[in-house]
T-cell receptor
Framework: DSGVTQTPKHLITATGQRVTLRCSPR?????VYWYQQSLDQGLQFLIQYYNGEERAKGNILERFSAQQFPDLHSELNLSSLELGDSALYFCASSLGQKNTEAFFGQGTRLTVV | KNEVEQSPQNLTAQEGEFITINCSYS?????LHWLQQHPGGGIVSLFMLSSGKKKHGRLIATINIQEKHSSLHITASHPRDSAVYIC??????????FGKGTKLTVNP
């Protein structure tokens, strides 16, 4: 158990809908990262937050947004869902802002039908 | 060309064999990570390294910064080592760039 909790584990929704994925980092970790893993693209970095502030941005679509709350949990919001958004979404947390080991959650499997 | 290339893509071994998975990258990095992803999907961080060599149990990771190359070795492989092994590099920003993974199957 990495100490990172993601909910829900599975999510099935229809095209056009909006969903929210939640991540609770390890106790004491200030950084939260979101990643998308699809069959054709592999793992891709989406976004990083550190202590409530956005720190780095990757290949995150405009339809997607994220935030980190004062209690350090994070949410990834996906809207106007398309079939191609079906993927595993991972959250990871780390203690520091740079170059510290990251611990991964078990992922949320999103299926858009 | 991907920034991170792994080889081989697939690897089948017999229990007890010595395994090597390679990772080459084309950008300057501050750190390289080796990750393990089991069939259930969960990802475990195995190593983070920026120079030299690290060892944890039967796993050894090495990196050569000049040659932009890293290897992950598994000694005395076991069926429970069957997983996808992913190399990822961290450049100047905190963005991690991932290789496509090496699927390892260890047969009893």
């Amino acid at each position: 158990d990495s100490g990172v909790t993601q909910t829900p584990k599975h999510l099935i929704t229809a095209t056009g809908q909006r969903v929210t994925l939640r991540c609770s980092p390890r106790s004491g970790d200030l950084s939260v990262y979101w990643y998308q893993q699809s069959l054709d693209q592999g793992l891709q970095f989406l976004i990083q937050y550190y202590n409530g502030e956005e720190r780095a941005k990757g290949n995150i679509l405009e339809r997607f947004s994220a935030q980190q709350f004062p209690d350090l949990h994070s949410e990834l919001n996906l809207s106007s869902l398309e079939l191609g958004d079906s993927a595993l979404y991972f959250c990871a947390s780390s203690l520091g802002q740079k170059n510290t080991e990251a611990f991964f959650g078990q992922g949320t499997r999103l299926t858009v039908v | 060309k991907n920034e991170v290339e792994q080889s081989p893509q697939n690897l089948t071994a017999q229990e007890g064999e010595f395994i090597t998975i390679n990772c080459s990258y084309s950008v300057g990095i501050s750190a390289l990570h080796w990750l393990q992803q089991h069939p259930g999907g969960g990802i475990v961080s195995l190593f983070m390294l920026s120079s030299g060599k690290k060892k944890h149990g039967r796993l050894i990771a090495t990196i050569n910064i000049q040659e932009k190359h890293s290897s992950l070795h598994i000694t005395a492989s076991h069926p429970r080592d069957s997983a996808v092994y992913i190399c990822a590099v961290r450049g100047g920003s905190e963005k991690l760039v991932f290789g496509k993974g090496t699927k390892l199957t260890v047969n009893p």
